[in-house]
Structures are given as C-alpha cells and as structure tokens.
C-alpha cells in the first residue's frame, strides 16, 4: 500500500513519514518499535497526553478484528498496554475505530490498522454510553471479531480489563475520530483533537520516549 502513510512509517521511508515531518532534525530515524515480526508500536501524531501510541500490524491490514491471528494481536495489546502503564506508571484505555474488512471505504482517515493507548486520561466510557449501540465483549479481540463481523465497528477498553464495541449500522458509517474528540474532552483539550491541524510536537516526542521503553513479545504469526 504505497499510499499509506503509516506502511510509510513502518517501512522506515523518510518520504511520506509523518513523524519524521513532524521531529526530524536532518538525520533520519525510524520511531517505530517492533514488538515482534508482526506488530509495532509509534507514537500518534497529535498525541493527546505523553505515551499516547498507536499498535498497529506489521503489514497493511483494514482493522485488528480481520486479522487472521487474533491471538498474536491479543497478546501484542496486552504487552503494550502493561509497558505503557509501566512507563507512565497510570492507568491505560485504549480504542479503534476498524475499517469494514472489505471495500475501499476509509472510515477514519486512515486506512490501516491502528489501536490508540492512552495512559492517566479520564474514564472515557461515561462519555460515549449515551451514543448507544455498544455491547460488552468477552474473549478480547477475538470476541469484537465474533460480534462485528466484516463490518466497521468502534472498540474501547481499559480501565480493570473492561471491553466493549459498537458496531456500525447497516449503511451507516460511524462519525470519523470520534473517539478521538471524547478524549480530548476528556483531558480538557476539546479543540485538539484533530492530528492534522494540531500535531502536538512535544507530546509527540514524549510518547516516542514511552515507546521505545515498550518490552519486545518475541515472535509471532504474521497476521
């Protein structure tokens, strides 16, 4: 997917890499963490608070719920979350907004998988309950796969182990970062939601600073 912006990142092109844009000094480098053969870790541009990352799957994929091997993204969830939540020693909640599996619809401006963490941000559920259409999951990513099928979904969890989705309706897409201005509100920063006009330099390169601490989960099945 030569047009994706983050295959860009994770395939190390200084041409089309954001946060290279965004913190570059001259001398190129990679802010990508590998966490094993098949997921890596990256601050998110506009982060919202420090250690705000994106886990996303090594090669370009639509959403984590059409991954073929839910079990390695589980546990690469799991890893990044109990680093985050080392680094920056508060609680973590985390969320995506998955892409209809087939199609060429872009539901939230970019195309390839990615799950935002975000450690010491208040309770997000109390702000999105009363959208409605949310179901709690059991059995983690593979259960958000059991209920939203092929179609796009919204996903947030955290916060004791806590999982829930929203499936899109039948014919009607989800509001595009949405979850991403509930947490801004969250933070009190309801104008900065947007990455695109607010890229938060600073918070940026401190959730580069919390990825780099992240462990490494060894191998695992290419999703």
């Known amino acids: 997917m030569s047009t994706c912006r983050l295959c860009t990142q994770i395939a190390g092109d200084p041409h089309g890499d954001m946060l290279e844009e965004l913190l570059g000094n001259g001398h190129y480098l990679r802010r990508v963490v590998d966490l094993d053969t098949s997921f890596v870790a990256m601050p998110s541009v506009g982060a919202l608070v420090p250690g705000h990352l994106l886990l996303c799957p090594a090669e370009h994929a639509r959403s984590f719920a059409s991954l073929a091997h839910l079990d390695a993204a589980q546990s690469a969830l799991a890893s990044v979350e109990r680093g985050l939540a080392t680094w920056t020693r508060q609680t973590v909640q985390f969320f995506e907004h998955g892409n209809a599996r087939n199609g060429n619809a872009i539901a939230c401006t970019v195309e390839h998988a990615h799950i935002h963490l975000l450690a010491g941000v208040p309770d997000l559920a109390p702000l999105v309950e009363s959208a409605g259409g949310w179901q709690p999951v059991v059995g983690g990513l593979q259960g958000v796969a ?78």
């Open 146 to 223: 059991d209920v939203v099928g092929d179609g796009e979904y919204l996903l947030l969890g955290g916060l004791g182990g806590r999982l829930w989705t929203r499936p899109a309706a039948s014919g009607h897409a989800l509001p595009s970062q949405w979850l991403r201005q509930v947490a801004a509100e969250a933070i009190g920063e309801p104008q900065e939601w947007n990455w695109r006009q607010h890229p938060r330099r600073e918070m940026v390169r401190a959730s580069w600073e919390a990825a780099k601490s992240l462990p490494r989960i060894g191998s695992a099945l290419a999703a």
